[in-house]
Every structure is written in structure tokens, then in C-alpha cells.
DNA sequence: ATACGACTTTGAGGCCACTCAATGACGTCA
DNA sequence: TGACGTCATTGAGTGGCCTCAAAGTCGTAT
């Protein structure tokens, strides 16, 4: 918009240099093919907070990597509310999903300043022509994503506000341990009201239900500083079964 | 289980002859491909009603498409009653999900009695590697279902029961219509518990949207035979928006 | 430092859909 | 054909979450 901005942070690393190489799309290229993805790649200026990445109904011409920052991705409902349906952190892929339609099926937008790799889908796709093994891990990319879609939907159609708010943290916490980062304390990317919306709640039953949550001793909340108190109950409440779960009681 | 079961319908139609081939896998292959396609399918017998396709936890060998009857994917919430979590119509395919786990996540089972034709993965895939029109039709595949998904999130986040009902029965209409059925009268595959499992709602509530929908003209229900009698109120109910809502209301 | 807007928290009250319970309809099998 | 089990319908009562409202807190820009 103005001229180029200031970036502390270099703009320009290449995958093979990228802390994130082996959770993002790199981890499906041996190291010297990786190049050849590093070449399609565009590194543009980092978004700020608020602006865009694409809007619905933008036609479909890359996917994109989160490569720091947070992304949320939302639609809008019938009656022109916002209706948030992802949110991403570093390393994860956004915008596949408008693959069979040629046009972004949601609006993705920076929650906060936000770095980002572009991967201009044609010619990954030629790229998907000459390494199986990448097409191979965007389908099990798509894959993953139906998979947790539908613990969403399991979520929104049987879980009660505890459960949701639980099953949130314990998720939110267990990819960012994923990342090395601590899993016990970090910050919200989200408001209230955001997180409410992707919930299905309102702001004010999410705001209560964190007061009690943290008047039970199960989490310690000051604004978006989130510290995770007592794991197990937490993850009991979200439904312990899932591999999220175990993966923050190990790590407590 | 038993012998060779008797078969009115012949079982082993080959994809060029089937009349689902344009709804199906084979669309994204040429009449001198299928053949190829085809050589890799395998008929088994018609399941019968109540019959397992696969279970959760399954390796994930291959994927399905539905030739004739229904089936429904589930699996078990924390308190192990089932979620339902699709249904699935002649030309559909299931499946799919399991690909980056190896192992399905749900288990889908016939609602009636139901011929699949079952795709072998592994072969599938080196398929694939010859025709780029098929990997990409599988990629639009997931891409659609995530899409529908997504569909179904904000259907469970902000619709309330009417908006549900009416949602769920445009929508299997809309699917009836492309398949070359009615899209005013139609037999439902599921029993009002099923749909309200799916529909995030209690089967009493299922039947009270149902009687207050035919007192209001909208609908004729008897049983599971259903006609739609006012689509154009049934899709704004809906959320008039959606493409479904528009192809029922060109077809009344 | 201060003022403003945005976000968060807390309370009061109401509604929608759930639960529980009982009756009615349907389909199936002996 | 009758009896049974399953499924569907209808009613009464309840509760969880929403809505509306107001006060409190935070962050930011001037």
C-alpha cells in the first residue's frame, strides 16, 4: 500500500532454512527438491492486522502457509453475520478447500501482524506432477482437514459450552506445542467474541464460562494470557479420548 | 455369510454401462480410461440393511461409491452413543477421510439394502499417476466435502431446528434431482432419530418441525415418504442463498 | 495524561430445545 | 392374524444458553 515496510524479521527465508520446514509442506520434499518449491514461492510484505489475504468469492490461485502470526477464515451466514470456520497458526496450509470451485469459499483474514508463504496452485500442481509423494501429502492434507471438520461438528452438535471451551484450549494448546512453544501458557490469538463465534456460543457464555473455569482452578486467564493449570481435568472435560488430549497430559 | 445371494439387479455393471458413470469417479476419464478404471473395481454382494462397509479403526484399504441404496458414516462420541456424521447416495464416495491416518475414522453402514463398488486405494493412487484428471477430480472430491462440511458447522452453530430441517431436506432433495429422482417427492433412508442424530437435535424435536412444517403446508409427510410443497418457503427457511435452494426452486 | 472506542465481565430474565413419559402407528415374524 | 419390538408422535416441565442491559477494563491514539 505504502512503501516497503521495515521488516525486522527477513522476509526472505528460504524452506530449507525455515524453523517450520518440517511441519509445512517441505516435510514431503527430499532437501533437494525442496528448492524447486522454494522457487514458486512467494514471500510478500507481512500482513497487518485486520487485512486480507483473499476474500470470498476471490478467484482461486494459491494456497497458502502461515509462517508467523494467526490467520482466521470466515463466511458469511444468511443473515450477513460473520461466521468464522478456521483459525491457522505457523506452518499450517489455508485455502484449499477452494480447489473444486476456482473461487475461496471463505475470507481469510490477519488476526494479527502476519507473515506468509504463497504457493501459486498451478504450478504446484505441475510440482504434484513430478513428486508423488507431495501430491500424496496434500491429499492427506485435505484428509486431516474433513477429519478435524468433523470433530467440529461433533463439537457444535453434542458438546455443552464446558466442553466446547475445553476441547478448544486443549486443541489450541496442543498445536502449539507442536510448534515448541509451551503448551501450559501461551496467548490467544482471538477475542472472546471470535472465539465464541467459531464455538457456536455467545461471547458472554464464553466469558463465564472462563471465570469458572478459572474460579475451579482449571485454567489462569489475565486478557489474551492463557495458562493452562490443570491439564487432565481439562482434557476429561474436552473428552479425553482424543490424541490431543494425551498429548498435553504427557507434556504437563 | 451365507451362499451366493440371489440378485435381481445384475452386479457387476461395468462403469462405461452404469448410468451413475457421469455422477461418478469415471467423469474425469475418458470412454477408452474407464476401462482401466474399471478393471481395478471390485462388486461384492448387495449389503443388507444394517451391514458394515467398514468400521472405525479399519486399515484403510480402498475407497467406495455408492451404486444403489444408502449408507451413513458414524462414529462414537466420549459418552459412546454413535454421531452420525454423512449419508451417502448412489454415486457418492466414502471413504476418503481415512487417507492420512490409514485407518478410517468412522464406520459406515447401509441403511438399506445397498450395492457399493469398492476401489482399492493402492491402485487407485497408481492410477492416478498415469491420469492427472483423476488426481484432480479426487482433489476436488475432498475439496467439495470440506466444503460441505463447513455447510454443516454453521447449519449446527446458528440454525435453529426449522432452519435445519429445512436445510437437510432441500438438500437431499437437491441430490435426489441431480441423481434423476424427484426432487418433490422422495422416500428418506433414515428414521427421524438418524436425522436428528445427524441434524444435532432430539428426535421429539424432529417430529414436532415436521407435523408444525405439513400443518403449514410446506411439507407431506407419511412415514418416510416426503414431498415438498412449498419449496420456495422451505428454501428462504433454508437460507435462500445456498445453490441447492435455487436448483429445487427451478424445479417446482 | 487523558479520552475514546473496543473488548470483557456480570446480572436478570426469557426462550428454545431437551428430557422424561405415555400413547399411537408401523412393520415383522411366528 | 395377533403379538411384539421398533419407531413416531404428542404433552408437560425443565434447564442451558441466549438476549438485553449496564458497568468495568484494556489498549491506543492524540
Redesign the pocket.
Known amino acids: 500500500m505504502t512503501s516497503k515496510p521495515n521488516v525486522r524479521q527477513p522476509s526472505h527465508v528460504a524452506c530449507r532454512d525455515c524453523s517450520l520446514s518440517s511441519l509445512c509442506l517441505p516435510l514431503a520434499l527430499s532437501l533437494q527438491d525442496i528448492d524447486q518449491l522454494d522457487r514458486i514461492i512467494k514471500r510478500g510484505r507481512p500482513l497487518k492486522k485486520g487485512e486480507h489475504l483473499f476474500l470470498e468469492g476471490d478467484s482461486f490461485d494459491s494456497v497458502f502457509a502461515v509462517r508467523s502470526g494467526a490467520i482466521k477464515t470466515y463466511t458469511a451466514t444468511n443473515e450477513g453475520e460473520e461466521q468464522i470456520t478456521s483459525f491457522y497458526l505457523p506452518s499450517e496450509i489455508l485455502g484449499l478447500s477452494g480447489m473444486d470451485t476456482d473461487v475461496y469459499p471463505v475470507s481469510a483474514q490477519a488476526m494479527e501482524t502476519t507473515m506468509i508463504c504463497e504457493i501459486p496452485f498451478e504450478q504446484l500442481e505441475s510440482l504434484s506432477d513430478q513428486f508423488p509423494e507431495l501430491r500424496r501429502h496434500l491429499m492427506r492434507l485435505m484428509s486431516k482437514k474433513i477429519r478435524e471438520d468433523q470433530q467440529m461438528m461433533m463439537l457444535l452438535s453434542k458438546k ?2 464446558d466442553e466446547r471451551i475445553a476441547t478448544f484450549l486443549i486443541n489450541l494448546a496442543s498445536r502449539f506445542r507442536r510448534r515448541g512453544f509451551s503448551s501450559q501458557s501461551f496467548r490467544l490469538a482471538m ?3 471470535e472465539m465464541g463465534n467459531y464455538l ?9 464460562v ?2 469458572r473455569f478459572q474460579k475451579n482452578g482449571l485454567i489462569y ?1 489475565v ?2 494470557e492463557i495458562e493452562i493449570r490443570d491439564p487432565a481435568q481439562l482434557c476429561q472435560l474436552a473428552g479425553g479420548k482424543t490424541v490431543d488430549a494425551e498429548q498435553i497430559i504427557s507434556a504437563s
Open positions: 455443552n459450552a477475542s472472546r467474541n457456536g456460543l455467545a461471547v458472554e457464555t464464553v466469558s463465564r472462563f471465570t486467564a486478557g489474551k
